[in-house]
């Protein structure tokens, strides 16, 4: 009589390989995502990925926000490493950080 017992290894999946992130990638593109959860803060990124350089004058109306509100956002965006500013005379030129975005793009799988 043949053993009955299910071959354990059979019955599971192969193992996660290289794509799962390790602690330290979680923990910065955490940073990333909370920075994205606000909806100003996605449209404003938005902007600033849709030309190659967006001075802060300009995102002001469009959001609908004030120059310190829109400060605070961007502030926001350049911490978690998704654009980088450029001091001009009294305003700050902003534009997207490629690698990051493209390393978010990596990690959900749209690359």
């Not at 009955?4 to 799962?20: F, H, N």
């Not at 700050?92 to 978010?104: A, G, K």
Request: net charge negative; proline share 7%.
């Amino acid at each position: 009589m043949p053993d009955e017992t299910p071959d354990v290894d059979a019955l599971c999946c192969p193992p996660l390989g290289d794509a799962v992130l390790d602690e330290a990638e979680a923990t910065s593109l955490a940073h990333v995502f909370a920075a994205l959860s606000d909806p100003v803060r996605l449209r404003l990124l938005s902007m600033v990925a849709s030309a190659e350089e967006v001075c802060s004058c300009n995102l002001e109306e469009p959001l609908g926000r004030s120059q310190p509100t829109v400060s605070h956002h961007t502030r926001i965006l350049a911490e978690a490493g998704l654009i980088r500013g450029e001091k001009r005379g009294r305003w700050m030129w902003w534009s997207t950080v490629p690698e990051r975005l493209e390393t978010i793009r990596h990690v959900l799988g749209t690359s």
